[in-house]
């Protein structure tokens, strides 16, 4: 369902900042296509080198009905949460924060650091059977690897070629990281059942047989049982799929929810400290609610 029964559609990835002026592109939610499987949200930071106080300073901000997935490339963050969980997380490692009914949480660079950032945030929403459940976050500091044709394939959330994520995840999706660092061919299975999207990270490689431009993802849809990657260079892309979510969802700020009355609730008590815990020690001021507006049931989705 959604995403306009596109087969294929190259959406281009916006420009937008996040904590103290940090800027990221991000990907999805995209105009055209607000979810592909369950993941509803794709941001990209990076390449680049920040100088001291000019990393990533997020204060503590409330969730709801999601799963965070941060996939760590270069650099290192800092987490802190509600439940008293502080990780750092580093290069080929993931972060999995489950906000079910309500957390909060902060996102930093460690103090007095500088260097190389590069990382990506996704969001996966919960179905509605698992969206209220209790909050919990996991750091998954190794992933399988599958070394194809001189990629290197992370696979982050799900299954490849009989390699399994050790991620938890609530409903059948799947998440690749596909790397190298010169040239290289390789043939994936994927499972046709998913609906897929890829996002290049670096470089400039050619998924089957379509050149993949920084910056934008490929929609490819669902039917596809295979994906060949062929790279003449040093490139990354960002694979990520699963089974069409099948619910209306709506998203708003950090919050997934499907009524705007829940959306309500969820900022009041964000604003009224209830719900969502203390966050100790963060850097950061906590993140002051939006207004709450122009919200229509169904308006996240076309
Ligand atoms: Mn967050």
């Not at 920040?50 to 999601?66: A, D, E, F, S, T």
């Not at 996102?107 to 209790?134: C, K, V």
């Not at 799900?158 to 790397?179: F, H, K, N, Q």
């Not at 969502?276 to 169904?298: D, M, R, T, Y």
């Amino acid at each position: 369902m959604g995403n306009d029964a596109v087969k294929m559609e190259r959406l281009e990835a916006h420009r937008a900042v996040i904590g103290d002026g940090f800027e990221i592109r991000r990907a999805v939610p995209n105009r055209h296509c607000r979810m592909i499987g369950a993941w509803c949200f794709l941001d990209h930071a990076g390449p680049v080198r920040y100088k001291p106080g000019k990393g990533l300073n997020i204060g503590p901000h409330p969730h709801i009905g999601l799963q965070t997935f941060t996939w760590m490339i270069e650099g290192e963050v800092l987490h802190r949460d509600s439940l008293g969980c502080v990780q750092l997380i580093r290069p080929g490692q993931v972060n999995l924060m489950t906000a079910g009914r309500g957390i909060s949480h902060s996102e930093e660079s460690p103090l007095g650091r500088t260097g190389r950032f590069h990382s990506t945030q996704l969001w996966i929403a919960l179905p509605d059977a698992e969206r209220h459940r209790e909050p919990d976050f996991h750091h998954y500091p190794a992933l399988p690897v599958i070394d194809r044709g001189g990629f290197r394939v992370t696979v982050l959330a799900g299954t490849c070629d009989g390699e399994i994520s050790p991620a938890r995840v609530y409903t059948p999706l799947v998440g690749l990281d596909i790397a190298t660092r010169g040239r290289a061919q390789c043939t994936l299975p994927l499972n046709p059942s998913f609906e897929h999207a890829a996002l290049t990270l670096e470089g400039a490689p050619d998924l089957n047989g379509d050149l993949l431009e920084p910056g934008t993802l490929l929609y490819l849809g669902t039917g596809h049982g295979s994906l060949e990657l062929n790279s003449p260079a040093k490139s990354r892309v960002l694979v990520i799929g699963g089974v069409p979510f099948g619910e209306e969802i709506l998203l708003w700020w950090n919050f997934v929810a499907r009524t705007p009355a829940e959306m309500e609730a969820a900022r009041r008590d964000w604003i009224e400290g209830e719900r969502f815990g203390q966050v100790h020690g963060a850097s950061g001021k906590p993140l002051i609610a939006p207004e709450l507006k122009g919200l229509n049931p169904g308006g996240a989705r076309k």
